[in-house]
């Protein structure tokens, strides 16, 4: 072992120590959808069809005049996808905490990356 690679093992170890519980949250979570193939949320554009992978942090039945919406916060450790679903006030399996994977196209509500009724599949709990 290189003096070099033990300066890294080391610095990763320190960074650990003394990262929160939020940081060492959002570093598994990024783990976890690279693992998957997913696309980071930061990385994401207006208009790409993309596949994000994370946890579900609010879900929230918004109630329209005409059309209900089931909404659902997707964070990925590195920003949030709004998922929402036009038409329904609730999706079993679809609650705060429970990790999933979506896909759908980009699009931009209120300076905010939002997916229309997306594809998903519900990850197994943990």
Not at 74 to 102: C, K, M, N, W
């Amino acid at each position: 072992m290189t003096t070099d690679e033990r300066t890294t093992g080391l610095r990763r170890f320190l960074e650990r120590l003394t990262a929160s519980e939020e940081e060492l949250d959002a570093q598994e979570l990024q783990r976890d959808s690279a693992k998957c193939g997913a696309v980071p949320a930061g990385q994401c554009q207006r208009g790409q069809v993309v596949s994000v992978s994370g946890r579900l942090r609010t879900v929230a039945y918004t109630p329209r005049t005409n059309l209900p919406t089931l909404e659902a916060d997707l964070y990925d450790g590195s920003d949030v996808v709004t998922l929402v679903f036009l038409g329904r006030r609730s999706i079993v399996g679809i609650e705060p905490g429970r990790q999933l994977t979506a896909r759908g196209r980009i699009a931009i509500r209120d300076d905010r990356k939002v997916i229309y009724n997306p594809y998903y599949e519900l990850e197994a709990p943990r």
